[in-house]
């Protein structure tokens, strides 16, 4: 349940309440009719390619070990296509192309739908202001985690090793 309180409406507090099947945050206040529906945020996120390696970055605040792939939520206006890119741009300094879609994923523990991508990536490297580090690694030693990003990866992986 999402920690939404008060109705951005009318600034009453919202209640639970079923509606279409699901407990949902609910303005009390008569006439009002809010009702928080506590969607998934969409995400876009990149497999880079770059020089032959995957470029994995570590976000400020991570822990030493953890490294994941490129991502962000997806603006206004923009088709995640151009999100995934701009990200890219943003987060590695690098201009790519969109090789193929990897597959959407649930993210239950952020509230959030991944949508991901395999991008071919050129130019040179830069760490961008939101990260702390990347990880350069061969495709072959490339290994993907249980949850998040980590399922496109899988995804990917088998994907790549069944074409070779």
């Known amino acids: 349940m999402s920690d939404f309180c008060f109705c951005p409406r009318c600034g ?35 497999i880079v390619e770059h020089r032959g390696d995957v470029v994995l970055v570590r976000n400020k605040g991570w822990p030493e070990t953890w490294f994941g792939l490129v991502s962000g939520f997806l603006e206004r206006d923009e088709t995640p296509e151009e999100g995934v890119l701009r990200e890219v741009r943003e987060e590695l300094g690098l201009s790519g192309e969109v090789v193929g879609l990897v597959g959407s994923y649930a993210f239950p523990e952020r509230n959030e739908l991944i949508v991901a991508y395999h991008v071919r990536a050129e130019g040179e490297l830069q760490v961008g202001e939101e ?14 985690w249980p949850f998040g990003t980590g399922l496109a990866v899988a995804d990917w992986l088998r994907t790549r090793a069944a074409s070779r």
């Open 131 to 144: 990260l702390a580090a990347i990880k350069r690694l061969p495709p072959e030693k490339l290994r993907a």
């Open 12 to 46: 009453d507090s919202l209640h639970p309440r079923l509606v279409s099947g699901r407990t949902r945050q609910v303005c009390g206040r008569e006439g009002c009719g809010f009702t928080h529906w506590d969607n998934p945020l969409p995400v876009v996120a990149a």
